[in-house]
């Protein structure tokens, strides 16, 4: 690329071009579309974690006024023509995933029937009229027990074990002959994505057409437009998905479900437009529920508190219907186990096992549990050797002159400095200062903490269908500049860095950039928003499509002012002579005579002005670290934790927009701090789901977190650009340092809490056995 | 989430609304600020065929001194009651207790009187109210009566209200001397239902003996109830003698039914209880300690 | 969950077994309960449970799986589905006699399993609901027991005439004292002949019908 545009907007703190809209209520959500004569649909829900189905009684549901179908699995489920995903592929043999439950239901709150009304009053007052016949079955709805039960979840697998996998073993000599060894068991509770929008999506078949069109909330419209076009064998150029505002995803809306499936399949059935939208309730019992691994970490370390070795051995809950392909992803624990620290051996081994409970879905930082159970892990070594958890970690942190630096389990870092975030937020957090004011709390009978946590993440990994992006970027005859990508912004910003980067591409004013995404009819091909990719994705298609544009620009530029190309400088919209800066031509000009006046092209001169890339990714992956720092207080009466300070000193290399980066991390870090502290979906031993509203699933709020502090690092990436993704860390960072805070503020009591959440009743259980 | 259908009905007077409540029966419900109401009929745990809104009327509203009380419209909003200076000089109980209430778009709309007659058990007003010995006041088509808060509370979310009475009022004592007043609340989040919650109030006479007290309990049973034994033992004794632990700890030795729910066993609630009670102790008698003694 | 209940009763075991498995003497002990149909040793009825705003309405069928007269034991099977919304309660009683001369003592083991909405939620504020329905229950069949003036041998009565009585009997420590307990909805069984239900249905269906106590 040429000496002709200069960086401008990315790295500023441009406001979201998204806000306006936002703010205002005058976005485009699903429950926003309205189409002519539209229905809405409902779905009749089992009450039983395990039950067989002996029959549907729709009769009075059909009687009621206004109801216009009800389906069963008879109806639906046999026109599924194929249903892999391109997250797995279509060879893999994937775990069973029926629209509608055939014969058994397998968790509370499995859709077993779908009404279908004129509006969604009268489908609710309809589903409760469609009489089921259940026989209660028994249910294992404990994942720990699972392998060992009599019941079996799905029949074909043996054990309830959807499958596992093992690295090379443990070197057990190492344990023995270490100067220390610690081992923790931990256990993650189950929490959820809990995106503000729920799920749902608008599907019109237009019969004379044979077209469809799905407005949808998704992170991935493009992969839904193609499964949908297999699932029905309709081609795909006759499925438009239009996804316009969506309200937040976190990995519950990458990949198309059930219910997704059912409504896509009713679509034909019915002679207009079908509605969905889930409320909370269904949202939180079936939407695909997330963490929940049971494991013991092993860690070993020397006389100087090097660590030796380190092993994890885990199951992981899939529930009854995991989103695709439960198995493989969990690897991602066992792999990045050993975190951003210098360990020459590592081991795991794990199982994922179904249980009679909704089923796991990826949320943000799926492999969240290593980085869990090692923090946890090193502030247990840290106290049992005397040394204090931030020196410690100091002693084997990975420095970025150590780069590249592969992983025992073959994880090949690079472009990242652990040590740096890590000092960084020591400094921030002013470590000694905080060990004196512990130290006379501790006098005054109170309990102050503090815990860090360091991790390395895989972002913008290029692999299948992940590893390309396309973008279109293209002068309007107006000269506006529009650029194509194929969507995902859910609250990720997407639409700002995007015009941002495309402004900076051509030497825009960013002002006449603006960004159409998420209409398959009209964007590129791409996988959407997932895996942290999208920054980094985007920016290598825009930077290849604008490079082609800007090409044509300066081509059309130079010859209009009588100059070189090589002396065209483009800024502020205008192309200018270097050497000469009166001497320019604005873009509307350029375009003008482009699209009008073409026969003012000298001959042989292309008119167009518009470009479309498609970026291959060049690198694997780009690892991105950052270091969480967390200050609390413990009420020991109450059990209460109020968290003083949260800092996150992170590296996601240069930032296309910093309140971007940080607003990024402040949702994930607070997802994290919920999943500490105070969310968790829990069953009872029968199945039954007990925080099914926000009354007993508890959120973080505004008054439980205190202002975020940052710090940033900047170490470029392998990709264009060197922007690294950022989209998952806060949620994977931040867990840890909360409850390593809890367990440094308890130590002078010999509680340490490795059974999360840490509720103030847990904590209050946990400080009278220790004081016992 | 949608509630079931129901008919919609907005009577212009008490007397109407107690009228159709007479003549709907148990189909019918009285609807003020909804927001306890209208999740449970959205969550279709509740159903009425008729709603009879009574959040416009203006004689359910207000809030005058009378006589060493504060009287209070039922239909006075949480925001109202907890901005208005008369009570808190008067009832300051009430006043520190309405922060506690949800969060403030619930205090705009939520009533006092829709508090008490929903009679949750881990309500803030609720627990006021039989603190204090408040006296509510309903009115039916066969005319008005009152109750004592003692027995106004009969059972989980149950009043002695009949069905086709309205709570039109309550009316809270003024306590004057050298008083403190404590509310101490724990829950998981700001809003968030009391785990264990304790209101007390104390008066010192000029010696520093505890004249009187009363401590009312929230979320620690399945109506609001009274330390009625705390207070007993407290009673005529030097504050400065008086262990806030003990206090804390006679609170709940006559509890019955704690609940043992996802927040904790009931010996949690029973312990975070004892707690609460032992700090509000230390505070009221902090704040009483602090008024001049009487001339 | 389980729920174990025990009273004792001033009256001989056999005059306690007669009225534990005859529905017109335990039917007024329920309130809320409508019977439908009987058939046999099979039993249909609704049960509406009201608890504040909150109700929950099932329609369900029991039947005496067992009746071991020399055992003084009897086992009821009981289901129940929600008449609104998906959702089931199912129960099996176990009553047990014990024959202590004088007086009896009566074991009621319930377990009981609810499931839908009711069950799925954590606040507690219906977790003593089943004991205090299934208490309300034992109590009053404590007092029908005690105020039993026939003589033990008598053959069962029949609906109309007596039940008012019974009826009756039973309802005003009801009236009195349902003002400390959940008002129960149901027809007031004192001015109707409504077809009793046997024990072991009314004692399942309220079971099952209050809101079950959950633990996570």
Same mark, same amino acid.
């Given at each position: 690329?040429?000496?002709?545009?200069?960086?401008?907007?990315?790295?500023?703190?441009?406001?979201?071009?998204?806000?306006?809209?936002?703010?205002?209520?005058?976005?485009? $959500?699903? +429950?926003?579309?309205?189409?002519?004569?539209?229905?809405?649909?409902?779905?009749?829900?089992? !009450?039983?974690?395990?039950?067989?189905?002996?029959?549907?009684?729709?009769?009075?549901?059909?009687?009621?006024?206004?109801?216009?179908?009800? =389906?069963?699995?008879?109806?639906?489920?046999?026109?599924?023509?194929?249903?892999?995903?391109?997250?797995?592929?279509?060879?893999?043999?994937?775990?069973? @995933?029926?629209?509608?439950?055939?014969?058994?239901?397998?968790?509370?709150?499995?859709?077993?029937?779908?009404?279908?009304?004129?509006?969604?009053?009268?489908?609710?007052?309809?589903?409760?009229?469609?009489?089921?016949?259940?026989?209660?079955?028994?249910?294992?709805?404990?994942?720990?027990?699972?392998?060992?039960?009599?019941?079996?979840?799905?029949?074909?697998?043996?054990?309830?074990?959807?499958?596992?996998? %093992?690295?090379? !073993?443990?070197?057990?000599?190492?344990?023995?002959?270490?100067?220390?060894?610690?081992?923790?068991? *931990?256990?993650?509770?189950?929490?959820?994505?809990?995106?503000?929008?729920?799920?749902?999506?608008? *599907?019109?078949?237009?019969?004379?057409?044979?077209?469809?069109?799905?407005?949808?909330?998704?992170?991935?419209?493009?992969?839904?437009?193609?499964?949908?076009?297999?699932?029905?064998?309709?081609?795909?150029?006759?499925?438009?998905?239009?996804?316009?505002?969506?309200?937040?995803?976190?990995?519950?809306?990458?990949?198309?479900?059930?219910?997704?499936?059912?409504?896509?399949?009713?679509?034909?059935?019915?002679?207009?437009?079908?509605?969905?939208?889930?409320?909370?309730?269904?949202?939180? #019992?079936?939407?695909?529920?997330?963490?929940?691994?049971?494991?013991?970490?092993?860690?070993?370390?020397?006389?100087?508190?090097?660590?030796?070795?380190?092993?994890?051995?885990?199951?992981?809950?899939?529930?009854?219907?995991?989103?695709?392909?439960?198995?493989?992803?969990?690897?991602?624990?066992? #792999?990045?186990?050993?975190?951003?620290?210098?360990?020459?051996?590592?081991?795991?081994?794990?199982?994922?096992?179904?249980?009679?409970?909704?089923?796991?879905?990826?949320?943000?930082?799926?492999? &969240?549990?290593?980085?869990?159970?090692?923090?946890?892990?090193?502030?247990?070594?840290?106290?049992?050797?005397?040394?204090?958890?931030?020196?410690?970690?100091?002693?084997?942190?990975?420095?970025?002159?150590?780069?590249?630096?592969?992983?025992?389990?073959?994880?090949?870092?690079?472009?990242?400095? !652990?040590?740096?975030?890590?000092?960084?937020?020591?400094?921030?957090?002013?470590?000694?200062?905080?060990?004196?004011?512990?130290?006379?709390?501790?006098?005054?009978?109170?309990?102050?903490?503090?815990?860090?946590?360091?991790?390395?993440?895989?972002?913008?990994?290029?692999?299948?269908?992940?590893?390309?992006?396309?973008?279109?970027?293209?002068?309007?005859?107006?000269?506006?500049?529009?650029?194509?990508?194929?969507?995902?912004?859910?609250?990720?910003?997407?639409?700002?860095?995007?015009?941002?980067?495309?402004?900076?591409?051509?030497?825009?004013?960013?002002?006449?950039?603006?960004?159409?995404?998420?209409?398959?009819?009209?964007?590129?091909?791409?996988?959407?928003?997932?895996?942290?990719?999208?920054?980094?994705?985007?920016?290598?298609?825009?930077?290849?499509?604008?490079?082609?544009?800007?090409? &044509?620009?300066?081509?059309?530029?130079?010859?209009?002012?009588?100059?070189?190309?090589?002396?065209?400088?483009?800024?502020?919209?205008?192309?200018?002579?270097?050497? +000469?800066?009166?001497?320019?031509?604005? $873009?509307?000009?350029?375009?003008?005579?482009?699209?009008?006046?073409?026969?003012?092209?000298?001959?042989?001169?292309?008119?167009?002005?518009?470009?479309?890339? @498609?970026?291959?990714?060049?690198?694997?992956?780009?690892?991105?670290?950052?270091?969480? %720092?967390?200050?609390?207080?413990?009420?020991?009466?109450?059990?209460?934790?109020?968290?003083?300070?949260?800092?996150?000193?992170?590296?996601?290399?240069?930032?296309?927009?910093?309140?971007?980066?940080?607003?990024?991390?402040?949702?994930?870090?607070?997802?994290?701090?919920?999943?500490?502290?105070?969310?968790? $979906?829990?069953?009872?031993?029968?199945?039954?789901?007990?925080?099914?509203?926000?009354?007993?699933?508890?959120?973080?709020?505004?008054?439980?977190?205190?202002?975020?502090?940052?710090?940033?690092?900047?170490?470029?990436?392998?990709?264009?650009?060197?922007?690294?993704?950022?989209?998952?860390?806060?949620?994977?960072?931040?867990?840890?340092?909360?409850?390593?805070?809890?367990?440094?503020?308890?130590?002078?009591?010999?509680?340490?809490?490795?059974?999360?959440? %840490?509720?103030?009743? %847990?904590?209050?259980?946990?400080?009278?056995?220790?004081?016992? | #989430?949608?509630?079931?259908?129901?008919?919609?009905?907005?009577?212009?007077?008490?007397?109407?609304?107690?009228?159709?409540?007479?003549?709907?029966?148990?189909?019918?419900?009285?609807?003020?600020?909804?927001?306890?109401?209208?999740?449970?009929?959205?969550?279709?745990?509740? =159903?009425?065929?008729?709603?009879?809104?009574?959040?416009?009327?203006?004689?359910?509203?207000?809030?005058? @001194?009378?006589?060493?009380?504060?009287?209070?419209?039922?239909?006075?909003?949480?925001?109202?009651?907890?901005?208005?200076?008369?009570?808190?000089?008067?009832?300051?109980?009430?006043?520190?207790?309405?922060?506690?209430?949800?969060?403030?778009?619930?205090?705009?709309?939520?009533?006092?009187?829709?508090?008490?007659?929903?009679?949750?058990?881990?309500?803030?007003?609720?627990?006021?109210?039989?603190?204090?010995?408040?006296?509510?006041?309903?009115?039916?088509?066969?005319?008005?009566?009152?109750?004592?808060?003692?027995?106004?509370?009969?059972?989980?979310?149950?009043?002695?209200?009949?069905?086709?009475?309205?709570?039109?009022?309550?009316?809270?004592?003024?306590?004057?001397?050298?008083?403190?007043?404590?509310?101490?609340?724990?829950?998981?989040?700001?809003?968030?239902?009391?785990?264990?919650?304790?209101?007390?109030?104390?008066?010192?006479? +000029?010696?520093?003996?505890?004249?009187?007290?009363?401590?009312?309990?929230?979320?620690?049973?399945?109506?609001?109830?009274?330390?009625?034994?705390? /207070?007993?033992?407290?009673?005529?004794?030097?504050?400065?003698?008086?262990?806030?632990?003990? *206090?804390?700890?006679?609170?709940?030795?006559?509890?019955?039914?704690?609940?043992?729910?996802?927040?904790?066993?009931?010996?949690?609630?029973?312990?975070?209880?004892?707690?609460?009670?032992?700090?509000?102790?230390? /505070?009221?008698?902090?704040?009483?300690?602090?008024?001049?003694?009487?001339? | 969950?389980?729920?174990?209940?025990?009273?004792?009763?001033?009256?001989?075991?056999?005059?306690?077994?007669?009225?534990?498995? +005859?529905?017109?003497?335990?039917?007024?002990?329920?309130?809320?309960?409508?019977?439908?149909?009987?058939?046999?040793?099979?039993?249909?009825?609704?049960?509406?449970?009201?608890?504040?705003?909150?109700?929950?309405?099932?329609?369900?069928?029991? =039947? $005496?799986?067992?009746?071991?007269?020399?055992?003084?034991?009897?086992?009821?099977?009981?289901?129940?589905?929600?008449?609104?919304?998906?959702?089931?309660?199912?129960?099996?009683?176990?009553?047990?006699?014990?024959?202590?001369?004088?007086?009896?003592?009566?074991?009621?083991?319930?377990?009981?399993?609810?499931?839908?909405?009711?069950?799925?939620?954590?606040?507690?504020?219906?977790?003593?609901?089943?004991?205090?329905?299934?208490?309300? =229950?034992?109590?009053?069949?404590?007092?029908?027991?005690?105020?039993?003036?026939?003589?033990?041998?008598?053959?069962?009565?029949?609906?109309?005439?007596?039940?008012?009585?019974?009826?009756?009997?039973?309802?005003?420590?009801?009236?009195?004292?349902?003002?400390?307990?959940?008002?129960?909805?149901?027809?007031?069984?004192?001015?109707?002949?409504?077809? !009793?239900?046997?024990?072991?249905?009314?004692?399942?269906?309220?079971?099952?019908?209050?809101?079950?106590?959950?633990?996570?």
């Amino acid at each position: 690329m040429t000496n002709t545009v200069a960086t401008r907007y990315s790295g500023t703190r441009v406001p979201r071009v998204e806000d306006s809209r936002l703010l205002t209520g005058h976005g485009t $959500f699903v +429950d926003d579309v309205t189409r002519p004569g539209m229905l809405h649909a409902c779905f009749v829900r089992s !009450p039983f974690a395990r039950a067989r189905i002996t029959g549907i009684d729709a009769s009075a549901a059909l009687a009621l006024p206004g109801v216009r179908a009800v =389906f069963t699995a008879a109806d639906l489920n046999p026109d599924v023509q194929e249903a892999w995903h391109a997250v797995a592929g279509r060879d893999i043999p994937d775990t069973p @995933r029926p629209p509608l439950a055939e014969h058994e239901a397998k968790f509370v709150g499995d859709p077993v029937a779908l009404v279908v009304a004129e509006n969604r009053y009268i489908a609710e007052d309809a589903t409760e009229l469609v009489d089921v016949d259940y026989e209660q079955l028994t249910a294992i709805a404990d994942f720990t027990r699972a392998e060992t039960s009599d019941v079996l979840v799905h029949d074909t697998y043996h054990h309830n074990v959807a499958g596992g996998l %093992a690295g090379a !073993p443990p070197d057990e000599q190492a344990f023995e002959s270490a100067a220390h060894v610690v081992s923790a068991n *931990v256990y993650q509770q189950i929490y959820a994505p809990v995106p503000i929008e729920t799920r749902g999506m608008v *599907v019109e078949w237009s019969a004379a057409a044979e077209e469809l069109t799905i407005w949808a909330s998704t992170q991935t419209p493009h992969e839904l437009r193609a499964f949908c076009a297999r699932l029905l064998g309709i081609p795909a150029q006759r499925v438009r998905v239009i996804m316009r505002d969506t309200g937040g995803g976190f990995g519950q809306k990458v990949v198309p479900m059930r219910e997704d499936m059912c409504i896509m399949l009713a679509a034909r059935k019915v002679p207009a437009a079908l509605k969905w939208i889930e409320d909370r309730r269904e949202n939180l #019992m079936s939407a695909g529920q997330a963490r929940h691994v049971d494991g013991t970490a092993r860690m070993a370390l020397d006389d100087d508190g090097k660590i030796l070795a380190v092993d994890i051995d885990f199951i992981q809950d899939v529930g009854a219907y995991p989103t695709p392909y439960p198995v493989l992803t969990t690897a991602a624990i066992g #792999m990045f186990f050993p975190g951003p620290y210098r360990v020459p051996k590592a081991s795991f081994d794990y199982k994922t096992v179904f249980s009679n409970t909704a089923g796991l879905a990826a949320y943000r930082g799926p492999w &969240q549990y290593e980085t869990l159970a090692r923090e946890i892990l090193l502030d247990i070594a840290a106290r049992k050797i005397g040394v204090d958890p931030v020196e410690l970690r100091r002693r084997n942190i990975l420095r970025g002159d150590e780069m590249p630096y592969v992983n025992p389990n073959g994880m090949p870092y690079d472009h990242v400095a !652990p040590a740096d975030t890590f000092e960084q937020a020591v400094k921030i957090l002013d470590h000694e200062g905080f060990r004196k004011e512990q130290q006379e709390a501790l006098a005054e009978g109170r309990y102050i903490g503090l815990g860090f946590s360091a991790y390395i993440e895989p972002t913008g990994a290029a692999t299948g269908h992940l590893a390309t992006e396309g973008a279109t970027i293209r002068l309007e005859p107006t000269g506006k500049v529009n650029v194509y990508v194929n969507g995902g912004s859910s609250g990720n910003s997407i639409e700002t860095t995007v015009v941002q980067l495309t402004a900076d591409a051509l030497g825009a004013d960013i002002d006449d950039v603006a960004t159409i995404q998420g209409d398959t009819a009209v964007t590129p091909y791409g996988a959407g928003t997932q895996g942290s990719r999208s920054a980094p994705m985007t920016a290598g298609a825009v930077a290849e499509a604008g490079a082609m544009l800007c090409k &044509q620009i300066v081509a059309m530029a130079a010859h209009r002012l009588g100059v070189a190309e090589a002396d065209i400088e483009l800024a502020g919209s205008r192309a200018s002579v270097r050497d +000469d800066p009166s001497k320019s031509v604005s $873009f509307a000009d350029i375009a003008y005579r482009a699209y009008y006046e073409p026969h003012h092209l000298p001959h042989g001169m292309s008119a167009a002005l518009e470009s479309t890339a @498609r970026f291959t990714s060049q690198a694997p992956i780009h690892w991105a670290n950052a270091t969480h %720092a967390c200050t609390c207080e413990v009420d020991i009466e109450t059990g209460h934790v109020k968290l003083t300070r949260y800092i996150v000193s992170e590296d996601v290399g240069p930032m296309i927009n910093p309140n971007v980066v940080e607003g990024q991390i402040s949702g994930g870090t607070v997802q994290g701090i919920g999943g500490a502290l105070m969310e968790n $979906f829990a069953y009872d031993g029968d199945g039954n789901p007990l925080a099914s509203t926000f009354v007993d699933y508890l959120l973080p709020t505004a008054t439980e977190v205190p202002s975020i502090e940052f710090g940033h690092t900047e170490i470029p990436g392998p990709g264009v650009g060197g922007y690294k993704g950022v989209g998952e860390g806060g949620a994977i960072g931040s867990t840890p340092a909360v409850i390593n805070a809890i367990n440094d503020a308890l130590a002078p009591l010999g509680v340490t809490l490795t059974r999360l959440p %840490a509720s103030p009743s %847990a904590i209050v259980d946990l400080i009278d056995q220790a004081t016992k | #989430m949608k509630s079931a259908p129901f008919d919609y009905h907005r009577p212009d007077s008490v007397g109407s609304a107690a009228q159709m409540l007479a003549e709907f029966g148990e189909d019918a419900k009285v609807l003020a600020g909804g927001q306890s109401l209208v999740p449970m009929l959205a969550l279709r745990l509740a =159903f009425f065929d008729h709603l009879i809104d009574i959040s416009r009327l203006d004689e359910l509203k207000g809030i005058e @001194r009378r006589d060493g009380t504060v009287w209070i419209g039922a239909g006075t909003t949480d925001a109202t009651v907890g901005a208005d200076q008369e009570i808190c000089t008067a009832v300051p109980l009430l006043t520190r207790v309405t922060p506690y209430i949800g969060h403030f778009q619930i205090r705009s709309r939520g009533t006092l009187g829709g508090a008490i007659a929903h009679a949750d058990p881990a309500g803030e007003y609720p627990a006021v109210a039989l603190a204090l010995d408040a006296e509510m006041e309903a009115a039916s088509p066969s005319g008005q009566r009152h109750i004592t808060a003692a027995e106004f509370f009969t059972g989980l979310w149950e009043t002695a209200l009949e069905p086709d009475e309205v709570l039109t009022g309550v009316r809270f004592p003024v306590w004057t001397g050298r008083c403190g007043f404590a509310v101490q609340e724990f829950a998981r989040r700001h809003g968030d239902f009391a785990i264990a919650g304790a209101v007390m109030a104390v008066e010192l006479d +000029d010696d520093d003996r505890v004249a009187r007290c009363a401590i009312g309990l929230l979320g620690l049973g399945s109506t609001p109830r009274r330390a009625s034994g705390a /207070e007993a033992a407290v009673a005529g004794r030097p504050a400065g003698e008086v262990d806030a632990e003990d *206090v804390g700890t006679l609170a709940m030795a006559g509890l019955d039914d704690i609940p043992a729910d996802l927040q904790g066993s009931a010996d949690y609630h029973t312990r975070v209880g004892a707690a609460l009670v032992a700090r509000s102790w230390t /505070e009221a008698i902090t704040e009483a300690s602090r008024e001049a003694t009487n001339a | 969950m389980e729920l174990v209940n025990k009273f004792r009763v001033p009256v001989s075991v056999d005059q306690a077994w007669e009225v534990l498995t +005859d529905v017109e003497r335990v039917a007024p002990c329920i309130p809320g309960a409508q019977l439908l149909s009987v058939d046999g040793d099979e039993f249909t009825g609704v049960v509406k449970v009201k608890v504040g705003p909150i109700t929950v309405q099932y329609k369900g069928k029991a =039947f $005496f799986e067992e009746k071991d007269t020399s055992a003084r034991r009897a086992v009821i099977i009981a289901n129940g589905k929600e008449t609104r919304g998906q959702g089931n309660a199912a129960a099996l009683v176990t009553a047990e006699l014990k024959d202590e001369g004088d007086s009896t003592s009566c074991v009621l083991t319930t377990d009981l399993s609810i499931s839908g909405k009711a069950a799925q939620f954590g606040r507690g504020v219906l977790s003593d609901v089943a004991t205090k329905l299934i208490g309300q =229950f034992a109590d009053r069949l404590e007092a029908s027991l005690k105020t039993d003036v026939r003589p033990s041998a008598a053959a069962p009565v029949h609906a109309e005439a007596p039940a008012p009585q019974a009826v009756s009997a039973a309802a005003q420590p009801d009236e009195a004292a349902a003002i400390d307990l959940l008002s129960l909805v149901a027809v007031p069984l004192a001015k109707r002949h409504i077809p !009793p239900v046997g024990a072991g249905l009314i004692l399942g269906l309220v079971i099952g019908f209050a809101l079950g106590r959950r633990r996570s």
